[in-house]
């Protein structure tokens, strides 16, 4: 259900050289918070001693609290001002400089292939 809409909103504004990382990020931040969500809900689960049953509603509530949270965060993110500033961005580095690799600059795309190798 939060899939479609969190890739979209980590890789819409963005030029296409940008998508794929954009996209790795948006899929470790989703496997992070999984990992890191079964060990918080484990350690209420666990702490407290009152059996599975009841320990376990503190941990529905975490869980629920989470959720109202991932849902605002949706709603900012697909608001005119987010979609915007995702423009924005996406303009900007669309326009930023190449960077040098190591002192050296990059060949030209227009350059002959040959005259790299011979140099």
Known sequence: MFTPPITNTAVSGLPPDQVGVAGALAASARQFGASIGVAVTGSIVAS?????INSS??????LGGCGLVALALGVISTSSWAKAA?????QRLATA???ES???PLPSP???PTEARNE
């Open 86 to 90: 995702a423009a924005r961005n996406g």
């Open 102 to 104: 190591q002192g050296h």
């Open 57 to 62: 509603h503190a941990a529905w509530a975490v």
């Open 97 to 99: 400089p190449i960077p």
């Open 110 to 112: 227009s350059a002959d």
């Open 48 to 52: 407290t001693g009152t059996g599975f």
